[in-house]
């Protein structure tokens, strides 16, 4: 464990765990890539900052405060699944990758990613809003808060079929839409597409509620409902 936060006054070049055990941190500063190995869980509080270099989570991660992660170019990855009663911020103008669910036991109160750069997200659960700034992000899964917003600033790829349920909160594509999967949107509130929509399995609303706003065209290259 580490009480405090690491690299505080001077940061360190690298920092490195090995795949035991379990792990808790409260803040790191390096020069150099963070690399977590811990297949038990690795705890997260307050900033970690790599200086443009690769943050890395191999094991399962869990969020015990509100937790900001600045890699400027470099790739943020989370290998395992994500959980935690707390925000989290990823910003990487590289790739960002959540490789298995967030959310998926204890819901995080919000999701966000910043502007430029590429995410790939499989499911994700908050109480709050998820936002991606994202240049390009790719959907896979179900997509869930609590009557809170639902927004890409982006473009997206359903690079599997998609469930996007907010209660009545709005829901935001704010870039093209492509992919050869389903993308099924619940809402009661505003939900808008600002650019062109393409899917091969469909468009779907289960919220008759909601508002529905297609700004461009929409094409459904294989059998589905729009």
């Known amino acids: 464990s580490f009480v405090a ?37 690795v705890s997260l509080n307050g900033s970690f900052n790599t200086n443009g270099t690769a943050f890395t989570i191999n094991g399962p991660a869990t969020l015990t405060g509100a937790t900001t992660i600045n890699a400027g170019a470099g790739s943020i990855t989370f290998t395992r699944t994500v959980d935690g009663t707390f925000g989290l911020t990823a910003n990487s103008t590289g790739l960002t990758t959540f490789n298995t669910t967030v959310g998926g036991t204890t819901g995080l109160t919000s999701l966000t990613t910043d502007a430029g750069g590429n995410a790939t997200l499989k499911s994700v659960t908050t109480t709050g809003a998820q936002s991606y700034g994202d240049s390009t992000v790719t959907l896979n899964g179900t997509y869930t808060t609590t ?31 492509d ?21 091969a399995s469909g468009l779907h609303q289960d919220d008759a509620a909601g508002l529905i706003t297609f700004f461009k065209d929409v094409t459904v290259q294989g059998a589905g409902d729009t």
């Open 147 to 177: 009557n809170s917003a639902f927004s890409i600033s982006g473009n997206t790829v359903l690079g599997g079929n998609t469930v996007v349920t907010t209660g009545s909160g709005a829901v935001t594509f704010t870039g093209a839409v």
């Open 179 to 199: 992919g050869t999967k389903g993308l099924t949107v619940n809402s009661t509130g505003a939900t808008n597409f600002n650019e062109e929509v393409t899917t």
């Open 5 to 41: 936060v690491v690299g505080g006054s001077t940061s360190l070049s690298t920092l490195t765990t090995d795949a035991a055990g379990t792990l808790v941190l409260n803040g790191v500063n390096t020069t150099a890539a963070q690399t977590y190995n811990e297949t038990g869980s």
